[in-house]
């Protein structure tokens, strides 16, 4: 069941301060420069852009201060916690960058405190460590044996994790991950509530989960205490448009409200407040029926792909008792080639040729966001595509019933998500549960660093941090060992030409290491 009441005609109480402000026609002495699209007038550029401007204002005297909320502001989030289920919610203009660097600096806020991280998040979780000095120990996340994807942690570590650092400030989780697969968080929120800390989630790419009752289980219901959320990816505001909510007492909220004032611009988009304000209000209006059409045409597409006998498609569902996922986001659509020859690289250029531009791609997957105003129409042209794709590349699998001639996981570099981990029968792998980390923002001396060859970093510790992008998430951290798999990781990415932030060398011939360090200089954080 979705997690708001639908009301008829739900205000947007910020946005239609703007629209009275524009239809008063006052004259701007005050900032923004541009005085509301008026210095783009009779010019042969900008004209687009003007139409935005009309309603790019500052904080003056009825349109609030975000970082004071009092008016429309203040009721806007009101309304946008009513509908997603939260105790409070706060505006973000910085995307859920923004949330995730406040959450992590309003939870650490002593070097050295210990935050619980999932292994695969995103680089705004890093920087978040890095800027709180904080400790992070990483904990495996469970891997999809049939994709080869990574999803959450267990409960299992999760629960061992809490037992090894009881002074842990909290555990911080990406879900859904970037394929829109996801586990129970219910079990992770009680298991860290026993404990008395937080679960902080990253839900970036589950902004509209909870809406539809075809939609999985959104963070906020499942017991999280701080969630941050996309409205900009998987709802309708405009890009950098994101959402805070927060329940419950375990975090604080002054501080939080501080931290937002630190991370966040001080003058911030009235344009992006608005269409936050505005995504929330459509979704209270409409109700589920929202997202019907593009319900109907992720599923029109999803079948459309089963029938073909080359390309596949990720099945949502749980796999078992120790299954890596359970559910699946109906709008993310995510093919591969079936016989493990056809990258996810070259597929997201075939569909770009045929006029389809897909969200991301990796070694194997390409994957195709829908959305609210995904149209069948638009299904259908996607489809018309991936048919012609699987046409030309058929002659790999003569019957459909053959199954994937890809081996065993390790044989793939499957997704830029996955750390792989040594599994145990029983009990939590000996390494699902890293030594703890420290970060800080003290840059790496020209003298303490040497570039190498690629090929010879397995066994030295990384001086930078690789980011294949997308997803953005790091596969390298600074201080960090580089193992074998790493490096096979990192050359089968330079093979495909994988666009990497962060890296000095972007084309992935050398890799930025530590100098050799003495044993005592790691024991103290030295790296």
Not at 140 to 152: K, Y
Not at 216 to 226: C, I, M, Q
Not at 233 to 253: E, N, Y
Request: aromatic share 6%; charged share 20%; net charge negative.
């Amino acid at each position: 069941m979705s997690s708001y009441n639908k009301k008829k005609n739900a205000p947007a109480p910020l946005y239609e301060a703007l629209l009275q402000y524009k239809a008063r026609g006052d004259v701007s002495f005050h900032v923004p420069g541009h005085k509301n699209g008026t210095s783009y007038r009779g010019k042969d550029l900008g004209g687009e852009l003007a139409q935005v401007m009309s309603i790019d204002v500052t904080e003056i005297t009825g349109t609030d201060d975000l970082h004071h909320p009092e008016g429309v502001i203040r009721e806007a989030q009101r309304l946008a916690a009513e509908a997603f289920g939260a105790e409070e919610t706060f505006f973000l203009v910085g995307g859920s960058t923004a949330g995730n660097l406040a959450l992590i600096l309003s939870v650490c806020t002593a070097p050295g405190d210990v935050l619980l991280v999932q292994r695969n998040v995103h680089k705004s979780v890093i920087h978040g460590l890095m800027l709180a000095h904080a400790h992070a120990v990483f904990l495996a996340p469970q891997h999809d044996a049939a994709s080869g994807l990574a999803t959450i942690p267990s409960e299992r570590t999760v629960r061992e994790a809490l037992r090894r650092y009881p002074g842990a400030k909290g555990v911080l989780l990406t879900h859904p991950n970037y394929y829109g697969m996801g586990a129970a968080l219910a079990p992770l929120a009680a298991l860290c509530h026993a404990s008395g800390v937080p679960l902080l989630v990253d839900e970036a790419h589950g902004a509209h989960y909870g809406l539809h009752p075809a939609l999985p289980e959104s963070a906020l219901r499942a017991g999280a205490d701080g969630v941050v959320q996309s409205t900009h990816k998987m709802l309708t505001a405009l890009t950098m448009g994101a959402m805070l909510h927060v329940q419950g007492g375990l975090l604080d909220r002054g501080l939080l409200r501080q931290r937002l004032a630190m991370v966040q611009s001080s003058s911030p988009s009235y344009p992006i407040m608005a269409s936050l304000d505005v995504s929330r209000s459509l979704i209270q209006t409409h109700g589920p029926a929202f997202f019907a059409e593009g319900l109907s045409a992720a599923g029109r597409l999803r079948r459309g792909v089963q029938s073909f006998a080359r390309l596949g498609v990720l099945e949502p569902g749980a796999r078992g008792e120790i299954a890596a996922y359970a559910t699946q986001d109906p709008f993310k659509v995510v093919v591969y080639d079936k016989a493990g020859l056809v990258s996810g690289y070259e597929l997201q250029e075939k569909l770009e040729a045929s006029g389809c531009v897909p969200e991301m791609c990796d070694d194997r997957h390409v994957v195709l966001a829908l959305g609210p105003g995904t149209s069948e129409v638009d299904a259908d042209r996607v489809l018309k595509a991936l048919e012609q794709i699987d046409a030309e590349v058929g002659d790999g699998l003569n019957r459909r019933d053959e199954g994937p001639v890809l081996g065993p996981r390790e044989e793939s570099l499957f997704s830029t998500w996955n750390i792989l981990s040594n599994r145990k029968e029983d009990g939590v792998p000996d390494d699902a549960i890293s030594a703890p980390v420290a970060f800080d923002l003290r840059p790496l001396l020209p003298d303490e660093t040497e570039a190498i060859p690629l090929e010879e970093s397995a066994g030295r510790r990384a001086a930078e941090m690789i980011i294949p992008y997308p997803p953005g998430i790091p596969l390298v951290y600074p201080g960090e060992e580089i193992t074998a798999g790493t490096t096979a990781k990192l050359l089968g990415l330079r093979e495909a030409k994988a666009k990497c932030q962060g890296a000095a060398d972007p084309g992935l011939r050398t890799i930025r290491v530590m100098k050799n360090r003495t044993a005592q200089d790691r024991k103290q954080g030295k790296f």
